[in-house]
């Protein structure tokens, strides 16, 4: 054998970055040797998930031998009674990233091209290039004509061409936590060319709360090449579980559903989802305490005289003024685990998710001690 495994594999997988997730709080732990560190890495609900959620975990554990019922039946019912579409609409995902996937393995392939904005969320190149598929990656604004880092949909349009077949929108963008406008983002899916896949990733979508922010559950019906992804990741406090899913219409879920692993979502997964669906109070209540800790860490940085990206989610980038993998890892020193975002283009910045007010103090006076050393 004169070739090395990693010129053996598949192009796009040779030159592949893997996904960098938030440094997990036992790592932590361990190499740092500190006690009750606080982890605001991930985006991840500080309250957890609703009560209802443990008992329908508790009530799976009979099934555990069994395959989970790989079509989600049950979620799926209640998914699209409270959205208000049809069933055979939704796609489950191991994660709404399994979903995303989906996509790329159901529609891109190495002559064709993604389309999507720089400082996007992540998981856009890694699926674009793993199939081996070419990224068009359109310039965000640079504040002149909007804010800066948010997704620039003229740029994005004029970077679809005749390869095209998919544009990712996150809507809310993660890391920068811009958002587009109902007429905005309107505007754009009706100038997309329909033999392109219009992907509007609303992660998370339950925090925003801006009377022009688009719902576009209601345009799914007149647009064959629009789907929307969700998440129970976030605002529902399940991201352990992994489960998320697709919105768009019949013809296009079958498209995804032929190349879904048969069994992508577990049944405590499954189970868990629909609980959480049931308990309104919880996520409303998980989403005042955003409000409140995001409130709480706009206030704290503008008394350290710091720099942010407004943000409409549970999160937020901050401009450090200078390298900012440094001072990730001095907050990593004094207990307190962020995210660099140098791998976004954004080098000079961290985002900080919102956690409880103790842990958003914690972060605020160890950003502050690092900023003033
Ligand atoms: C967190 C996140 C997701 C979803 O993650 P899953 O846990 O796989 O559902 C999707 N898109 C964006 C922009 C995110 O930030």
Redesign the pocket.
Known sequence: MNQTIQELAAPGVQALRPYAPGKPLAELEREYGVANAVKLAS?ENPLGPSPKVLEALQAQFQDLARYPDGNGFGLKAALAHRLGVAAQTITLGN????V?ELVARAFLTPGRSAVFSAHA?A?YPIVTQAIGARANVAAAHDGSRGPKFAHDLDAMLAAIDADTRVVFI?NP??PTGTWLTERELRGFVERVPGEVIVVI?E??FEYVNQPDYPDTMQWVAAFPNLLV?R????AYGL?SL?V?YGVSQAALADMLNRVRQPFNVNSFALAAAQAALQDEAHLAAGVRANRQGMQQLVDGLRALRLDFITSVGNFLAVDVGREAGQVYEQLLRQGVIVRPVENYGMPGYLRISVGLEHENRRALEALGQVLSA
């Open positions: 985006n994660g709404s990233n399994d995303l969320f998981v996150a963008n993660n990733d992660a998370y992804t998440t129970f990741s976030k991201a992994r998320g």
